[in-house]
């Protein structure tokens, strides 16, 4: 009897624990009847191949949210590069998610159209950019469904990703025509921006002096990326943005969220903007009030 009462109670301490556990990651499509411009590829299968993914023509969010325990109300959309012809969905998706989740962070990871896919007529600045425009409204549209705090909503991008994520953060948004469904009426600009060896598609940016906050990180050797993300930041400190950037030594492109190379330092980026999260008080709620930052000495 009392090793029955000893399994009994193991089972319900083992069940108290996966209540606790956040749920399964979940895919929603941002346009259930098709997106804008693809409508005559509505409902075609994505192709997958290991860990890459392309042909998508229906532009989607898998949710990755954080434990309940610690969940903060903060929330990123996250936009994987892969040069506009693939999505790295992995390693810059839902790795990057799992490591903001890890913060209390609850993760969206876009699935975007690829403009140098095939011939489906796509651009980065129309069809592509519009995908993170429309993931933003619809995140804010969700919010209290989600948990989280529609003023303490970010942007994320990698390589490509991250061109996307300066083209909606750094630009003017576009002239806005007649609205298809209420989430369109949402903001579109992210509060703050993430951006990891971003492209130099979006640069230099048009709208700095409006820009959101930026965390921006690259490898000192990378020959795409690393001019850009410095011109960059240089820009946006120029016109009075917060902004924090990070070159890892001996570095070039595509080191994901640290695991992709050897430099212990690089291993910790992540680390590095779990802190400017921080500073920036992105992941303390702030019961409506937009966060102030760190006060000045």
Request: proline fraction near 8%.
């Amino acid at each position: 009897m009392k090793r029955f009462a000893i399994a009994v109670g193991a089972l319900l301490l083992g069940a108290g624990a996966l209540a606790q556990q956040p749920p399964a990651p979940q895919q929603v499509r941002l346009w259930p009847d098709g997106a804008p411009g693809s409508e005559r590829r509505h409902g075609e299968p994505e192709n997958v191949r290991d860990v890459y993914i392309s042909n998508v023509h229906d532009p989607s969010l898998t949710v990755l949210r954080a434990d309940p325990r610690h969940a903060n109300g903060a929330a990123v959309v996250v936009a994987p590069g892969g040069g506009h012809r693939m999505l790295v969905f992995q390693n810059e998706g839902v790795v990057a998610a799992k490591a903001l989740n890890r913060i209390g962070v609850t993760a969206f990871v876009l699935k975007y159209r690829l403009a140098r896919d095939g011939d489906a007529g796509y651009t980065i600045e129309g069809h592509a950019a519009a995908d993170l425009r429309r993931a933003l409204r619809w995140v804010r549209a969700h919010a209290r469904e989600y948990g989280v705090d529609p003023q303490r909503l970010g942007a994320m991008g990698f390589s490509a990703g991250g061109e996307l994520v300066t083209l909606v953060a750094d630009h003017p948004q576009p002239v806005a025509g007649a609205r298809r469904d209420a989430i369109d009426g949402f903001d579109a600009r992210p509060d703050f921006q993430v951006l990891v060896y971003p492209g130099p598609g979006g640069m230099p940016a048009t709208n700095a002096k409006d820009a959101p906050p930026a965390f921006l990180v690259a490898g000192s050797r990378d020959e795409c990326c690393m001019p850009p993300t410095l011109a960059l930041y240089q820009q946006l400190v120029a016109a009075g943005v917060s902004a924090e950037l990070h070159l890892y030594a001996d570095t070039d492109h595509a080191f994901n969220m640290g695991q992709r190379g050897e430099r212990v330092s690089l291993q910790h980026w992540p680390d590095r903007l779990a802190d400017w999260l921080a500073d920036g008080g992105w992941l303390v709620p702030h019961n409506g009030r937009k966060p102030e930052g760190v006060p000045a000495p």
